[in-house]
């Protein structure tokens, strides 16, 4: 069995109050995987690359276990490329630079080696590579985790919904999941969500932590107060890569399980924001991440007996 | 021993996106005493009202406990009056209509039988009518909670930075937490705010919950996800009212009580905000209290082994 990745992998130049970079590896399905790999060590990816992309760069993935028999390097063409500016807040962006490049003709292929798919992770790409995935797979995976944003519920609304109906856990944040469904609480937004298809809804909400619905019962999971955040890029994903490494660790999908899932997403995004790009993701320890952990459980435990 | 509460006492006219009501009771201490006497049932009020206040609207008070006897009434003056509306989001609102009248010239007289103070809440006022208080108690309470906004930051950060100087506990939301102390990070805004005097930093975020400061520790309470928010009108002052009342029902200042605390006000503004004004708070049963407080041990429990 295996957990398969799919999303970009990216050059990405970023400059916040902070610093600058050049041209960095980035990418939903490289934040994603490498949170994942902290916890599960058969982790594959499937991405598209130019031939710009340097085998350095897919050492990266090769040091963490992660397998790239799914990344395809086109040759003649470059790389997606992503460059943005935080303001002050970290908490907004302008994107400076968008090109498509390879991403634009991409076509998911699954080696033959990734058919023991059980744990899908749907990185944010169009609906339809997201959907064509899941096609491609001849069994079901057990569990199908999508992430996607609000550019696709502005321009292709009716594939995103027909994606969504796939999935068993979407990821989105508080203000895709009021326009997705129109309703301005939460609580309404998760329930009318739930009923397009998926069993289990995360909304995200930075700095505010995130809320996991599932049929009735709710789950609040805070986030780190942090003093410095460098820099915010790939923490979405990051999230959501910890979380499914998570669950494809334990191999058992209960509402508890994902509680824990998230917390430990949430974890490693508060490692992935304290440096630039994918830096503080490269050389953990179990012991920082059971250290943060630790905080997690500090900050939101309270002993009220009834 | 005692808890006094001081603030505004006044009436209020609101339109929600759900309704509008007439001039009702309302203000800061109103709230906060009602809040408070679910947990402690000697709370006692210091404000001033016109003789448009009628015993009908003392008897709120007095059905629930609440000693009046600091409450004045100026003959031949009217009640401080708002009038507000909120906007479809809840979130943000526009005030119509702010009369002052009695509150103009409020010198909060302390009654001898509320000398017995130990502890004390400083409900949204001038700076300086919330420093006379102080001075007037000839014990210095046990516990002072202040709560404060931005708009005495913009006009007279001098004599606000004097008061929170002299008290236990402040309250104000993130963005005051942000202007007060010119830092974005909350992390590092609460730092700077625990210098300047208070031993207890509580950032309250709405919708997101509130985190608690104290030295290098963090509490991150979640707020309960609510289908309809039908009149956000004096959540914070229930907020602060029930905290202050279950500590003064415990007795005992120490971290661990100060969570529990947030999680009882945080549970009594969750219902405040069900119906419009002071409704839901008038006639709450230890059962519904009970039931809600289990709500949010199950909303934020997670069980990690590490």
């Given at each position: 069995?295996?957990?398969?990745?799919?999303?970009?992998?990216?050059?990405?130049?970023?400059?916040?109050?902070?610093?600058?970079?050049?041209?960095?590896?980035?990418?939903?399905?490289?934040?994603?995987?490498?949170?994942?790999?902290y916890f599960y060590?058969?982790?594959?990816?499937?991405?598209?690359?130019?031939?710009?992309?340097?085998?350095?760069?897919?050492?990266?993935?090769?040091?963490?276990?992660?397998?790239?028999?799914?990344?395809?390097?086109?040759?003649?063409?470059?790389?997606?490329?992503?460059?943005?500016?935080?303001?002050?807040?970290?908490?907004?962006?302008?994107?400076?630079?968008?090109?498509?490049?390879?991403?634009?003709?991409?076509?998911?292929?699954?080696?033959?080696?990734?058919?023991?798919?059980?744990?899908?992770?749907?990185?944010?790409?169009?609906?339809?590579?997201?959907?064509?995935?899941?096609?491609?797979?001849?069994?079901?995976?057990?569990?199908?985790?999508?992430?996607?944003?609000?550019?696709?519920?502005?321009?292709?609304?009716?594939?995103?919904?027909?994606?969504?109906?796939?999935?068993?856990?979407?990821?989105?944040?508080?203000?895709?999941?009021?326009?997705?469904?129109?309703?301005?609480?939460?609580?309404?937004?998760?329930?009318?969500?739930?009923?397009?298809?998926?069993?289990?809804?995360?909304?995200?909400?930075?700095?505010?932590?995130?809320?996991?619905?599932?049929?009735?019962?709710?789950?609040?999971?805070?986030?780190?107060?942090?003093?410095?955040?460098?820099?915010?890029?790939?923490?979405?994903?990051?999230?959501?890569?910890?979380?499914?490494g998570y669950?494809?660790k334990?191999?058992?999908?209960?509402?508890?399980?994902?509680?824990?899932?998230?917390?430990?997403?949430?974890?490693?995004?508060?490692?992935?924001?304290?440096?630039?790009?994918?830096?503080?993701?490269?050389?953990?320890?179990?012991?920082?991440?059971?250290?943060?952990?630790?905080?997690?459980?500090?900050?939101?435990?309270?002993?009220?007996?009834?």
């Amino acid at each position: 069995m295996s957990l398969i990745i799919i999303g970009t992998v990216a050059f990405d130049a970023i400059e916040t109050p902070f610093g600058k970079t050049d041209k960095i590896v980035g990418g939903a399905a490289t934040y994603a995987s490498l949170a994942a790999s902290y916890f599960y060590n058969k982790a594959k990816i499937v991405a598209v690359v130019g031939d710009d992309f340097q085998q350095a760069d897919i050492d990266i993935f090769t040091a963490h276990g992660i397998d790239t028999e799914g990344l395809q390097i086109k040759a003649g063409e470059k790389s997606f490329f992503w460059s943005g500016k935080y303001h002050n807040d970290m908490n907004s962006r302008d994107t400076l630079v968008t090109e498509l490049n390879v991403l634009e003709n991409f076509d998911p292929i699954i080696p033959e080696s990734y058919q023991d798919c059980e744990y899908l992770m749907l990185g944010n790409l169009t609906p339809q590579v997201q959907q064509t995935v899941i096609k491609r797979l001849k069994n079901r995976p057990k569990l199908i985790v999508m992430d996607t944003m609000n550019f696709w519920m502005d321009i292709m609304m009716d594939d995103l919904l027909e994606t969504i109906k796939m999935v068993d856990v979407l990821t989105i944040n508080d203000a895709e999941a009021r326009q997705l469904s129109g309703e301005y609480s939460l609580v309404k937004a998760a329930k009318k969500i739930l009923g397009m298809g998926p069993k289990y809804l995360i909304i995200k909400k930075g700095e505010h932590g995130a809320l996991l619905f599932h049929e009735d019962q709710i789950f609040s999971a805070p986030a780190l107060p942090l003093a410095e955040v460098f820099d915010p890029t790939g923490a979405g994903d990051t999230f959501a890569g910890g979380f499914i490494g998570y669950l494809a660790k334990v191999g058992t999908i209960n509402f508890n399980n994902m509680k824990n899932a998230i917390i430990y997403g949430s974890a490693l995004a508060s490692f992935c924001v304290e440096k630039f790009g994918t830096e503080k993701l490269l050389n953990l320890t179990d012991e920082e991440v059971a250290g943060r952990i630790q905080e997690f459980v500090s900050l939101s435990a309270f002993n009220i007996e009834l």
